[in-house]
């Protein structure tokens, strides 16, 4: 079956460390590829986004995301936190077949320690 | 301003009492979603709409109900036969199933059974 794993569910992290989150899936064919962030509070929403192209992604507020296909991976990056980056993140896939339903790892929550 | 709308926000219900939650999008889109969120679980899908009058079984649809008269309107009925109902709801809508993947989410209601 098709899955996504996320490696960490908790991280703690001071403010200007860096930060990887990973993310892998399990499944051959093309794929989409987004991480979503859920603030405090607040609806999910779309942090960046993969579809083709240039493997490394820029999203909002200073956050990346690498593709490496061989890898099945498309981990998130930011080289700096902030506390105000204290957050749940969901990596997501979307198999391009026939199905096109969207499925997701079982999220990070970041802690951001002033 | 454009967007999903859910309500109510907090809900709490008895057991054996069906409840319904209501999401309204105002963005003019075809697909409407509905997800459960459980800790540690990531998002898990419901059942999902792409037009009006036509929906589909998700992956956990058992113990629950839906309905799409409406373009805009896509309410989920949690039955008494839902075994563990108490979660987080994550209603969301894309222009159209089979687009890039990209989801708009409202801001979640949160049932707990008594």
């Known amino acids: 079956a098709q899955s996504v794993s996320q490696h960490n569910h908790h991280v703690i992290l001071s403010e200007a460390a860096s930060l990887e989150l990973g993310c892998n899936y399990s499944?051959?064919?093309?794929?989409?590829l987004f991480w979503y962030v859920q603030y405090p509070g607040q609806h999910l929403q779309l942090l960046l986004k993969y579809f083709s192209g240039d493997p490394l992604v820029k999203g909002i507020k200073g956050f990346e995301a690498e593709f490496i296909k061989s890898k099945f991976s498309f981990n998130l990056r930011k080289p700096s936190v902030q506390w105000s980056d204290t957050a749940e993140y969901f990596c997501a896939v979307l198999p391009m077949d026939s199905n096109y339903q969207l499925i997701w790892g079982a999220g990070t929550k970041l802690i951001i320690k002033p | 301003d454009g967007g999903i709308t859910q309500s109510p926000k907090y809900l709490f219900r008895k057991e054996g009492q069906n409840v319904t939650l209501s999401c309204e999008q105002n963005?003019?889109?075809?697909?409407m979603y509905w997800y459960r969120q459980d800790p540690g679980q990531g998002l898990r899908l419901i059942y999902y709409s792409q037009i009006v009058n036509d929906f589909q079984k998700g992956d956990i649809a058992e113990g629950y109900s839906v309905s799409r008269e409406k373009k805009e309107s896509f309410p989920l009925t949690v039955t008494s036969a839902q075994k563990n109902p108490t979660a987080f709801y994550l209603c969301?809508?894309?222009?159209?199933?089979?687009?890039?993947?990209?989801?708009?989410f409202g801001e979640g209601s949160r049932l707990t059974v008594l």
């Open positions: 499944y051959g064919g093309t794929v989409n």
């Open positions: 969301a809508s894309s222009p159209w199933t089979g687009h890039d993947g990209e989801l708009f």
């Open positions: 963005l003019n889109h075809d697909a």
